[in-house]
Structures are given as structure tokens and as C-alpha cells.
């Protein structure tokens, strides 16, 4: 699986158009694919990378479809002008290629919903250095703080650790003003990409506090956007007409004991207004706690407004999905920043757009793993014979370097002790 989706990436970066003029020594397409490959194995730095480069030319040729790079520095230089917005067709391609081999049936949930969960993650951040594009802090000691943000996106599911990136949006200044960017502008920024990837899917959006509001809501909305959304609510007109409900008993409930210690408690009520500002939106209100029988105190609880209709059927499976937006911290940043992608170093500011480059080709080399760790069954055992994924890096990157190969897939079989390249001995 992996080697296949190595191609696609390949194939769809063969097609970036390039910013350069006249003769070039270096192709793009290979400075793209040696970012994505610095990713794929993990390497500590672009230094290093470029440095085992020259002992990894066949491989790097053979499985990363790379025929020559640059230096550190002038990677850094070609790819600082490619706009992010090139990378949106890649990801397009491997959901299509997903949807062929059926890999999505199992991923919907819902009434056939994509769950689609949305956060930001820092991903850059200095004293020293900045760019026109960059976001200010300016800290207690008097210091300037730039740093970048990118808002990401994640189709997860309640019953799977996996989840496939779909697209990222940066959150820098924006040409021409002084003002920070938000997360709130990004993100109507990158549903229109959402739906452009995912263009058939029932889009099921996770969001958390931060974006109950109307202009988000409306771009959810919107004719050519079309998504439905789980939001959690923390504040508000909605949670002043569900305090009058409850004094009046009036909202709908149901429990169950989900086993000998924990009770399950739903509270929800349908046709609330948002809000004064945007009376015309109209929402649902789901609110969940999980009760300690034991302890006798709520360990858990959460509130949401969606537009989905709420019944005593599924609100458990609502509150479930809307509890599956942690995925895009948990199994999402924290790994790209934990697990030796190391999406918080600086592989390259540059002027223009290369720290949000490398974060968008680190996404999709991400990407290209989860899948590979969801359905290939030769990571698979390669994974249980390593025991631990640092270890199976480790030994991924010492084959790479040592042993000529035709696949990354060959590497695995290797690993997993399927294939034997150990000399035989008369």
C-alpha cells in the first residue's frame, strides 16, 4: 500500500506547477518528494536528510521516485514560493483512490457521515526570526513572538486510533494587514477545500467552543459548502433557554448503565435560537455525563448544539461522534509532534510560504502512514516484531540506508522476517 501511494504522490506532484523561470538544474517535483520523504522516514532534520542523501540515492530513486536534490539551503529556496493551496489535489487523489479500494465504508458513521474534526496546532514559533506572513505575541519581557498556525482537519471515527488528514489551512497575517489572523477566518477558509476533496461525502464537522457562532454556522451552511456540524457550547443564549427548560422539566432525557459502575445520562432539547445576532439559525441541544455509581460524582460531561435531529435513538451515537473531536489532538498533533515527525521544528521558515510547506507535506506524509498502518498487512507484522513504531522507524531508516531495495513494502516483509537476506552458507 505504501509504495502504491508514494506514486500517487509522485504522480500529482509531477503536476505542481513551477514558480521558477528558465533552465533549473533541480526538478520540483523532486524537492517536493525529498520533503515528503524526509517526512516518510522520519529524519531528524532537512540537514540530515540532505547529508544521507548521497548513500540513499538508489533507494531515494527507487521507492521516492527522486532523481537529484539540492543542498539544505537551496531546497529551502525552491520550495519557500510553492502556494499551499498545490498540495489540495494530492490529498484529493488518495481519498479517490480510498473510495475505490472501499477503505472508506468502514470510516462512516452516522447515517454514512464522514466525522471531519477541526483544530489548530502551532507549528512554528521564534524570537528571532519572522516574516511578513508571520503572527505576533508580544510577550511580558517586552519580546516579539512569531510564530505560524495551521488550522487541520481529520476524518476520524469513535472505533479507530487512525485517522486520515484531509487538508490544512495556515493561519498567518494575511497580505496587507497588520492585524493577527484567526482561527475563526481559517477555518471559513478551509471548508470550501473540505468540500472541494471530499465533493460526494456527507460531511459531519467537529468543532470545538470556539466556533459556536453564526458566521461559522452560515459558511457550514452555505450552498456550496453543505455540512452538517457537532459544536461544543460552553456559553451563550442557547444555555440560557435550556436553563429555563430545566426549570420548567421540559427537556428530553434518557439514561442507560453502560456497566456495573457507569451511568450514562443524555439531556437534549430541539428549535433553539442561537443567539440575538442570528436569530434566524435555529439548533439543537445535546448535553451528556457520565456518572460514577462507584464514587458517587460525574467523571465526564459535555455540550453540544448540532443541526442534526435528536431522538432517543441517537443522541448516544451523537454524543459519541462529538466526542471523537479530541481524535484531531490526540491521534493527530500530539503524534506529529511526539512520534519523530517533529511538526514543532523548524525545518525551514524562508520569506514566503515554506514553514506552511513542510507542515502541509509532513500532513500528507502522515497521511500516507495512517493508511499504510491501517490496511497493510506487512506493516502490520513488521510493527509486532519491532514492538514499538521508534523502533520500526529505526530499523525502516538503517534498511533504507544499507540495503538496496526496490520497495518500502520489501522493507517491511524484511522487518517482519518474511523474506531473509541473510546469506546462505554451504
Known amino acids: 500500500m505504501y509504495d502504491k501511494l508514494v506514486e500517487i504522490v509522485s504522480k500529482e506532484f509531477h503536476q505542481v506547477p513551477d514558480h521558477r523561470k528558465g533552465h533549473t538544474e533541480y526538478l520540483l517535483h523532486d524537492c517536493l518528494m525529498g520533503a515528503f520523504a524526509m517526512f516518510g522516514l522520519k529524519d531528524p532534520s532537512l540537514l540530515s536528510f540532505i547529508d544521507n542523501a548521497i548513500h540513499r540515492k538508489d533507494n531515494l530513486e527507487q521507492v521516492f521516485k527522486i532523481s537529484k536534490?539540492?543542498?539544505?539551503?537551496?531546497?529551502?529556496?525552491?520550495?519557500?514560493?510553492?502556494?499551499?493551496?498545490?498540495?489540495?489535489?494530492?490529498?484529493?487523489?488518495i481519498f479517490e483512490h480510498l473510495e475505490r479500494l472501499k477503505i472508506l465504508e468502514s470510516r462512516r458513521y452516522l447515517d454514512q457521515h464522514l466525522?471531519?474534526?477541526?483544530?489548530?496546532?502551532?507549528?512554528?514559533?521564534?524570537?528571532?526570526?519572522?516574516?511578513?506572513?508571520c503572527l505576533t505575541k508580544k510577550r511580558k519581557n517586552g519580546t516579539i513572538e512569531h510564530h505560524h498556525q495551521l488550522l487541520a482537519a481529520s476524518v476520524v471515527h469513535p472505533n479507530f486510533k487512525t485517522v486520515f488528514p484531509v487538508f490544512g489551512e495556515a493561519i498567518t497575517r494575511q497580505d496587507g494587514s497588520k492585524?493577527?489572523?484567526?482561527?475563526?477566518?481559517?477555518?471559513k477558509r478551509l471548508f470550501p477545500h473540505l468540500r472541494s476533496i471530499l465533493p460526494k461525502e456527507k460531511i459531519l464537522i467537529l468543532l470545538d467552543a470556539l466556533?459556536?457562532?453564526?458566521?461559522?454556522?452560515?459558511?457550514?451552511?452555505?450552498?456550496?459548502i453543505q455540512m452538517d456540524y457537532i459544536i461544543v457550547i460552553k456559553e451563550g443564549y442557547v444555555l440560557e433557554q435550556v436553563k429555563q427548560l430545566r426549570k420548567k422539566d421540559s427537556l428530553h432525557q434518557c439514561q442507560y448503565q453502560k456497566n456495573e459502575k457507569t451511568l450514562c445520562r443524555y439531556r437534549w432539547a430541539s428549535n433553539l435560537i442561537l443567539?440575538?445576532?442570528?436569530?434566524?439559525?435555529?439548533?439543537?441541544?445535546?448535553?451528556?455525563?457520565e456518572y460514577d455509581l462507584e464514587k458517587d460524582k460525574v467523571v465526564y460531561s459535555n455540550k453540544w448544539i448540532t443541526n442534526l435531529t435528536l431522538t432517543k435513538s441517537n443522541?448516544?451515537?451523537?454524543?459519541?461522534a462529538g466526542r471523537a473531536r479530541w481524535k484531531i489532538e490526540n491521534e493527530t498533533f500530539n503524534t506529529l509532534k511526539n512520534q519523530d515527525y517533529n511538526l514543532e521544528h523548524n525545518y525551514g521558515h524562508g520569506k514566503f510560504y515554506l514553514s506552511t510547506v513542510f507542515a502541509l507535506i509532513m500532513l500528507l506524509a502522515f497521511f500516507v502512514d495512517q493508511i499504510t498502518?491501517?490496511?497493510?498487512?506487512?506493516?502490520?507484522?513488521?510493527l509486532k516484531e519491532a514492538k514499538t513504531l521508534r523502533d520500526l522507524r529505526q530499523k525502516v531508516r538503517v534498511l533504507f540506508d544499507f540495503i538496496p531495495t526496490i520497495s518500502m513494502n520489501l522493507i517491511y516483509q524484511i522487518i517482519a522476517r518474511q523474506v531473509n537476506i541473510r546469506p546462505q552458507l554451504e
Do not use: H, W
Not at 528571532?128 to 506572513?133: A, L
Open 373 to 382: 498502518r491501517a490496511v497493510d498487512e506487512s506493516f502490520e507484522q513488521a
Open 211 to 224: 466556533y459556536a457562532d453564526g458566521p461559522t454556522i452560515k459558511a457550514l451552511q452555505a450552498q456550496d
Open 315 to 320: 443522541v448516544s451515537s451523537i454524543a459519541t
Open 275 to 289: 443567539n440575538g445576532a442570528n436569530q434566524d439559525i435555529i439548533v439543537n441541544y445535546l448535553e451528556y455525563e
Open 115 to 133: 466525522l471531519v474534526s477541526v483544530d489548530a496546532t502551532g507549528t512554528f514559533s521564534s524570537n528571532k526570526i519572522g516574516c511578513s506572513q
Open 69 to 93: 536534490l539540492p543542498t539544505d539551503n537551496g531546497m529551502r529556496k525552491i520550495l519557500d514560493a510553492v502556494q499551499p493551496s498545490v498540495f489540495q489535489p494530492t490529498f484529493k487523489t
Open 179 to 187: 492585524k493577527n489572523d484567526c482561527e475563526r477566518k481559517a477555518c
